[in-house]
């Protein structure tokens, strides 16, 4: 027996869940299948031992204030969904020209500038700046709500028209990748350090291959006055947690254990999925992979798309992997000034991309208590997205040389944990150490990858259409950049390009009166 229902939804990162569950709200039926336990993907959350962590990285902006450029807003606003937040505006950075608090906006900046390089790093920052405001406007003039992939676009995005072509030339310099912004502005090696790691950190490249307009998008965000940054009151499973109620308010259905083993492919059309269990799912309208562009490729059968789209899509880079270490550990006596983010580099001469030199770490119980019990802290360490597949494949999970690499790999992150809290190891309750072998098997990613690796010389990315008839992609394969803003952003286009022009328009001028 086969079930019936608009739209399958094959996995439930928050690209599946923004786009489930806008497409519930215009009106379809929509089954979101999801192969782990929990809800999320890479931002799900989980519990052990009274101590709640998130799985992924946690660094929200533009979430908790109306008007935002963030599409993430704009998705639980269309589906009229909210959550409690907590701001803040500090966090640590452990760099080799020492150590700082920074804070988002631009002033604060030009302090450490100042300490660290001088008064002309200050003046190429500023210039930079100056540089960036026109290209930030043109960057946020689009909001990707407006956008979908047919003709109905000349009058949702027509809206948009003139702001487009007053910002013409602007839009013009937002093609190429943000180090051609950086040439012409700035000489200062630090400058162009700290900008390779935000770059990095918002796609997975250093600047020279990431996109202007990413970059553009992150200044327009992170350096107007007044920023905050955003932390959800119970931390991203939250996040996940208001998609889903958005989902089945309006309908929309979320089934976890239902791993899709294939695309159903009828008379050259997807028209459904089979699930490992046997059971057959029919959708009548469309089904959309929040997979990746590889395991994707994995889901469909022989001769579905021509061999070149095949090739094509498995020649995409894919950034690293992870290291992780989520930790419960006994507050009494900890410093009392702990930031809820720090950043360590260990060697600007390394590049940010070079494995175990970036190590990112998070304290969200400095903000919210409720994630672990009282008197204690939930800690998150990770090595973003530089921590190579290669050395972990093959390795058996339960194996002594997989717990001996574990152990010789996770010393980086104990180590920067250590330039924060010194007598972190005797503190320790609970300790989880995750590899990308972790990531390949329960976040269901390839080769642990936190993503593909595009680089901005290379063009746009795939987008969400592909060669079969009925199938559609969203997720951090689709939209440039690989956090929640460009997996949101996907999740809004692939959606409203199913809709009609006057369903999207009203969803329109709900979320921007």
């Keep these: 027996m086969s079930i019936n229902t608009d739209v399958i939804v094959i996995g439930s990162g928050i690209g599946g869940l923004s786009c489930g569950a806008?497409?519930?709200?215009?009106?379809?039926?929509?089954?979101?299948?999801?192969?782990?336990?929990?809800?999320?993907?890479?931002?799900?959350?989980?519990?052990?031992?009274?101590?709640?962590?998130d799985s992924g990285p946690s660094l929200y902006s533009g979430l908790s204030c109306r008007p935002s450029t963030n599409p993430l807003r704009h998705v639980l606003d269309a589906i009229e969904e909210d959550l409690d937040w907590l701001n803040y505006d500090t966090w640590g950075i452990y760099l080799p020209e020492g150590e700082f608090n920074t804070t988002v906006g631009a002033d604060q900046f030009c302090d450490i500038l100042q300490t660290v390089r001088g008064d002309q790093a200050v003046r190429e920052w500023r210039q930079l700046q100056t540089v960036m405001e026109p290209l930030g406007k043109a960057a946020t003039a689009l909001p990707p709500a407006a956008v979908r992939l047919d003709f109905g676009a000349l009058q949702t995005v027509g809206t948009y028209g003139w702001d487009l072509i007053s910002q013409g030339w602007q839009l013009?310099?937002?093609?190429?990748?943000?180090?051609?912004?950086?040439?012409?502005?700035?000489?200062?090696?630090?400058?162009?350090?700290?900008?390779?790691?935000?770059?990095?950190?918002?796609?997975?490249?250093?600047?020279?291959?990431?996109?202007?307009?990413?970059?553009?998008?992150?200044?327009?965000?992170?350096?107007?006055?007044?920023?905050?940054?955003?932390?959800?009151?119970?931390?991203?499973?939250?996040?996940?947690?208001?998609?889903v109620r958005g989902l089945e308010k309006y309908g929309g259905i979320l089934r976890l254990n239902a791993h899709v083993e294939q695309v159903l492919v009828e008379q050259a059309r997807a028209t459904g999925v089979i699930l490992r269990s046997g059971e057959i799912l029919r959708a009548r309208t469309a089904v959309i992979s929040n997979a990746s562009i590889w395991d994707t490729l994995k889901l469909l059968p022989p001769g579905a798309v021509p061999p070149s789209f095949i090739?094509?899509?498995?020649?995409?880079?894919?950034?690293?992997?992870?290291?992780?270490?989520?930790?419960?550990i006994e507050a009494t006596g900890v410093r009392s000034d702990l930031a809820c983010h720090y950043m360590v580099v260990n060697d600007w001469k390394k590049g940010v991309t070079a494995p175990q030199n970036l190590v990112l770490i998070s304290i969200p119980s400095v903000l919210d208590s409720s994630l672990a019990p009282p008197g204690k802290h939930t800690i998150h360490v990770y090595t973003p997205g530089n921590e190579p597949y290669h050395l972990w494949q093959g390795l058996d999970r339960q194996g002594r040389a997989y717990r001996e690499l574990k152990t010789q790999r996770s010393q980086v992150m104990w180590r920067a944990l250590e330039r924060i809290i010194p007598d972190i190891r005797q503190r320790v309750e609970l300790n989880l150490t995750g590899t990308p072998l972790t990531h390949a098997r329960f976040l269901r990613r390839y080769r642990g990858s936190y993503g593909p690796a595009i680089s901005a010389k290379a063009g746009l990315f795939p987008g969400p259409q592909t060669p079969l008839?009925?199938?559609?992609?969203?997720?951090?394969?689709?939209?440039?950049?690989?956090g929640l803003p460009a997996v949101a952003a996907s999740g809004l286009i692939t959606a409203n390009t199913l809709a009609t022009v006057a369903q999207h328009q009203v969803m329109l001028n709900r979320i921007f009166a």
């Design 172 to 243: 013009t310099q937002l093609m190429g990748p943000f180090s051609t912004i950086l040439d012409r502005t700035v000489r200062d090696c630090f400058i162009r350090n700290w900008m390779d790691l935000l770059c990095f950190l918002l796609s997975g490249l250093p600047a020279q291959d990431t996109s202007a307009a990413e970059m553009a998008f992150m200044f327009a965000e992170w350096y107007r006055p007044g920023v905050k940054l955003d932390y959800p009151i119970g931390g991203s499973g939250a996040i996940v947690n208001a998609l």
């Design 311 to 328: 090739q094509q899509r498995r020649s995409t880079p894919e950034c690293d992997s992870f290291m992780h270490l989520h930790l419960g």
């Design 22 to 53: 806008l497409l519930a709200s215009y009106g379809f039926q929509v089954t979101v299948c999801e192969s782990h336990t929990l809800p999320g993907g890479a931002a799900h959350s989980f519990e052990r031992g009274g101590f709640r962590f």
């Design 469 to 482: 008839k009925g199938l559609l992609c969203t997720g951090d394969s689709v939209f440039p950049g690989i």
